[in-house]
């Protein structure tokens, strides 16, 4: 069982989200938001909530931040996440898509872009490429010509969660160790 699929939280956040009207985001977008911060070079985001747009009670607040820390402990213990959406890129499910996710998932990298590329400018826009390239953030015309070719972008779809493991090592992992001299 999924470490997020805790049914008591994902309620709070899905809940309310889902009674704020059409401009909250939907569960699957939440989700690759929390997935960002979790997989992210963030140890601990200020107040996730704030990073929505709109106000959130603390209640759901306080859950979608025990969400974010399920999502690391699962990845620090080798589990794969389960996206709560097809990883079908085509697919299109009015804000329950793997477009919407990617999108959710971006916007978790906009809280702080600079920590996400400063390691290593180029690695980054690789690992990151798949996420890009789906939620159709990005109206670069060398993406759509990627875009055509429904092969890679199957592909890279099947990778992200794959992809979201190695995110994780390359922010969290054993060589990124803290600087205590422990060497």
């Not at 620090?76 to 996710?101: F, H, R, V």
Request: hydrophobic content about 40%.
């Amino acid at each position: 069982m999924s470490a997020i699929s805790n049914p008591s939280l994902k309620n709070t956040a899905k809940h309310y989200f889902e009674s704020q009207g059409d401009d909250a985001p939907t569960w699957t977008e939440l989700h690759g938001l929390l997935c960002a911060l979790a997989v992210g070079p963030q140890e601990n985001p200020a107040d996730l909530a704030a990073h929505l747009d709109m106000p959130v009670p603390d209640e759901v607040a306080d859950s979608l931040e025990q969400l974010r820390q399920r999502l690391t402990t699962q990845l620090l213990g080798g589990e794969p996440i389960n996206l709560p959406c097809l990883l079908d890129p085509y697919q299109e499910d009015d804000g329950q898509d793997l477009a919407s996710w990617c999108a959710g998932f971006m916007s978790g990298v906009f809280v702080d872009e600079a920590a996400w590329y400063e390691p290593d400018e180029e690695a980054m826009v690789q690992l990151l490429l798949p996420f890009v390239l789906i939620s159709g953030l990005d109206d670069d015309p060398e993406l759509d010509n990627l875009w055509q070719d429904t092969k890679v972008i199957r592909q890279m779809a099947l990778g992200i969660p794959e992809l979201l493991e190695e995110l994780f090592l390359f922010f969290h992992g054993p060589d990124q160790g803290d600087d205590t001299g422990n060497d």
